[in-house]
Structures are given as C-alpha cells and as structure tokens.
C-alpha cells in the first residue's frame, strides 16, 4: 500500500484486514478478494478495472488509496509444498522491523517498473521475488504457532540438508540409514527430529515428493505410466497404483484423463 487507506476482505475470512500506507501483504492460496476503501459499496470486477491499457487502474477520482501487486507464478509440482505450509494472508504493517526492507525494494519495484532502460522488466520480476521471500521471512520470524512445516525445516540444518538431498535426486533409492549417516545423525535420531520438523516421517515425504513429481510427469509430459513408475522405483504398475492413489485418492489413469487438454 503505496498511499490512502483501505480494507481486504479475503473470501472464507469472518473479518477484514485494515490497510495502511506501508503495509505490504501477500495473499498465498489465491483466494477470491475485495480491496475496498468501504466494504459496504458493490465491488466492481477485477476484469473490468484491469481490462485496459492505462498504466494505473483507476476507481473514482482515486484518490483514497495507491496500491502496487503483482502475480507470482510457482512451480505447480512444488508449489503445494509451500503453500500447505503459509495461512491464506501474510501481513506485514508498517511498523514491523521488516518494513523498511520492503519499503526499500517496492520504491525500487516502482521505479523499475516505470522506467524504460534495457533490463527494467528483469530488475523488477526480480525485486518482486526478493519482496516474496521478505514476506515469508517476515512470516516465520513472528509465527510461533508451530515448530512443524517444509519452510521451518529447511531452516533447519540437519533436516534441510535431507530436504534438498531428497529433492536433488528423487529417483534414488534413499534409505533411513542413508539419509541419517549423510547429516551425521542417528537413525532415531534422525526419524524424530525430521517428524518434529516436517509433520511426517523422511520416506513418508520422500513418497510425497516422488508422487508429486510423477504426477507432473503423467499430466504435463505425458509420459507412459510404466516409464514413470520404473523411474521412481516401482517394480510393477499396480505398486506404482497404489502408491499414487494413497498420495492423491485416484489412480494415475484416472489422473491423467481428467486432466483438461490444453486450450479448454
């Protein structure tokens, strides 16, 4: 929020969100939203304010409130994986310690986006990923709610280094032993405080991982079934079956028959 005041009213939310000039807010499952300076005025449709080639959207006079967004797309494999883990709406006020870190980069993002010198559209897609991950640091710097979560974990050294092991090479035939020896763990050890961490045990999330991944290779690649099962260690298409329909409650036919085609 650039300037002026004004509410978020987040579908599924009792209550509004009051916003301040400085606020910045990141909104992670993409719900249904209204941005209003009163709530109690008929929205207008978002397609309809957007739907030209000003440079500034424009309701009114516009003078209550000034305020800069953007989309971000994610990975559709891994993009759950994150999103599970962070509440519909990340607010970060004004007068938070994280503040003047966003503040610095959304004038920077503003300019960027404004100007017209070579490189002003990577300058600003990356000043809007570094204001995405200030918000998520913002996030788990004041959520004490609970220890568990993919982001606490990989803030966590042993257990991040498992992560990234697991997500490096999803195709191996990771074992507890292996995982445990490779952070210099105990197995116990190692099992308890991946749990404490993630929410799961290691091979649970490493079954997770894979199946996501297979999925993305089913559905967007449209590889065979016998190939993605062989790949991620499946002796049989029936195993792979099951372990599919545990992680996603359909089979991987079914996954990717009902999978629009694209351009419908």
Same mark, same amino acid.
């Given at each position: 929020?650039?300037?002026?005041?004004a509410?978020?009213?987040?579908? /599924?939310?009792?209550?509004?969100?009051?916003l301040?000039?400085g606020?910045?807010?990141?909104? %992670?499952? /993409?719900?249904?939203?209204?941005?209003?300076?009163?709530?109690?005025i008929?929205?207008?449709?978002?397609? *309809?304010?957007?739907?030209? *080639?000003?440079?500034?959207?424009?309701?009114?006079?516009g003078?209550?409130f000034? @305020?800069? #967004?953007?989309k971000?797309?994610?990975?559709?494999t891994?993009?759950?994986?994150?999103? *599970?883990?962070?509440?519909?709406c990340?607010?970060?006020?004004?007068?938070?310690?994280?503040?003047?870190? &966003?503040?610095?980069? +959304?004038?920077?993002?503003? %300019?960027?986006?404004?100007?017209?010198?070579?490189?002003? #559209?990577?300058?600003?897609?990356?000043?809007?990923?570094?204001?995405?991950?200030?918000?998520?640091?913002?996030? +788990?710097?004041?959520?004490?709610?609970?220890?568990?979560?993919?982001?606490?974990?990989? !803030?966590?050294?042993?257990?991040?280094?498992?992560?990234?092991?697991?997500?490096? %090479?999803?195709?191996?035939h990771?074992?507890?032993?292996?995982? %445990?020896? !490779?952070?210099?763990?105990?197995?116990?050890?190692?099992?308890?405080?991946?749990?404490?961490?993630? $929410?799961?045990?290691?091979?649970e999330?490493?079954?997770?991982?894979? &199946?996501? +991944?297979?999925?993305? *290779? +089913?559905q967007?690649?449209?590889?065979?079934i016998?190939? @993605?099962?062989?790949?991620?260690?499946?002796g049989?298409?029936?195993?792979?079956?099951?372990?599919f329909?545990?992680?996603? #409650?359909?089979?991987?036919r079914?996954?990717?028959?009902?999978?629009?085609?694209? $351009?419908?």
């Amino acid at each position: 929020m650039l300037s002026g005041r004004a509410w978020l009213a987040i579908e /599924g939310r009792d209550e509004a969100i009051e916003l301040k000039a400085g606020d910045c807010f990141l909104l %992670a499952r /993409g719900l249904p939203f209204t941005l209003a300076t009163d709530l109690a005025i008929s929205p207008v449709d978002a397609a *309809d304010v957007f739907g030209t *080639d000003a440079p500034i959207a424009t309701i009114g006079d516009g003078a209550d409130f000034h @305020v800069v #967004g953007g989309k971000m797309v994610l990975d559709p494999t891994s993009s759950a994986i994150l999103t *599970d883990t962070l509440p519909d709406c990340i607010l970060l006020p004004n007068t938070s310690p994280g503040a003047t870190s &966003m503040r610095w980069l +959304l004038e920077r993002f503003v %300019a960027e986006a404004d100007g017209v010198e070579a490189g002003n #559209g990577a300058s600003a897609a990356n000043l809007m990923h570094l204001m995405f991950i200030e918000l998520i640091r913002a996030h +788990l710097s004041r959520s004490g709610e609970s220890s568990e979560g993919w982001l606490y974990a990989l !803030s966590d050294p042993k257990v991040g280094k498992a992560l990234r092991l697991m997500h490096a %090479a999803p195709t191996h035939h990771w074992t507890l032993p292996e995982l %445990a020896d !490779s952070i210099a763990m105990s197995r116990s050890s190692f099992a308890q405080h991946f749990r404490s961490r993630v $929410g799961m045990p290691p091979l649970e999330y490493l079954l997770r991982w894979r &199946m996501r +991944l297979a999925r993305r *290779d +089913l559905q967007k690649l449209r590889q065979p079934i016998a190939e @993605v099962s062989r790949r991620y260690g499946y002796g049989s298409e029936s195993a792979f079956g099951n372990a599919f329909k545990r992680v996603f #409650g359909e089979s991987p036919r079914r996954s990717v028959t009902a999978r629009p085609t694209p $351009g419908r």
